[in-house]
């Protein structure tokens, strides 16, 4: 496993943006990498609104998943709020048959995005 980062992070105003730079989102390790990076991340920011861009994601198992439900609930404790973007259809599939596209904000880009969480 890399030690390169695998999330590219930028802000703009109050809301976090995380960018995954993986495209395939589908092994225990690559998921596990990002989990632990997510993590770190949200423990060392002060951010309340995190937009989690996926705009280059291929494809993504239903173990990460689990991972983007745990983002969800940590933000809601502090009372922040998440949403997605650049989600691709291959993706939004998996969204859509567990349900979880009707638990996340699910928007086409990073503009959009920032727009919707500042409402």
Known sequence: MSNESRITMQNEGDVLILEIQEPRISEGLVIEALSSELEIILQDSKYKKVLLDLHQVELMSSGMLSVL???YRELAERNGRFALCGVRPSVQKVFQITRLDQLFRI???VIYGISRLNK
Request: aromatic share 0%.
């Open 69 to 71: 439900v745990r983002l």
């Open 107 to 109: 928007e086409p880009d």
